[in-house]
């Protein structure tokens, strides 16, 4: 198995919804077999995540690592099945999500959230009051019409 010794990527963007890693020579490095083997940025060099459904996206992109005059070429796809590469992954998902609560977008979905709640809540109690007249329930109907005789 592979196991990922170094993973900094030389710089992250947050681009719509798609989180880019990208990685230059000595900020990753993988160990096989006890050797390490350090990223040449031959071919590929980044990894794309998609933030909305957490999937990598570019699973064909050929990683190269290099040890003296050997080399290993490892699509991202092989890199995520042999090695705990996915570990790593995670820790920049969740800092980026994290990051990201405080961006207008996030304020927007939570006001847009709120006024849902509330209009839900109100024809709740709508439906509850008739309910309420349905069955007889004076105990109910005036728990609910207490409420509203304050607004």
Do not use: C, W
Not at 24 to 43: D, L, R
Not at 129 to 149: H, M, P, R
């Amino acid at each position: 198995m592979i196991t990922v010794r170094r993973m900094t990527p030389f710089f992250t963007k947050l681009e719509d919804f798609r989180l880019r890693l990208v990685f230059a020579y000595q900020y990753f490095s993988i160990e096989k077999g006890g050797e390490v083997f350090q990223f040449v940025p031959t071919e590929g060099k980044e990894i794309v995540i998609n933030m909305k459904s957490l999937q990598v996206e570019n699973l064909g992109e050929v990683f190269v690592f290099q040890r003296d005059s050997r080399f290993l070429r490892l699509p991202l796809y092989q890199l995520l099945l042999i090695s705990d590469l996915h570990k790593y992954l995670n820790v920049f998902v969740e800092g980026n999500m994290n990051q990201n609560k405080d961006t207008k977008v996030s304020d927007e979905i939570a006001s847009e959230a709120e006024k849902m709640i509330a209009i839900l809540e109100s024809e709740n109690r709508t439906r509850m009051i008739d309910f309420a007249l349905e069955t007889d329930n004076l105990v109910l109907f005036n728990k609910l019409t207490e409420g509203l005789q304050e607004i």
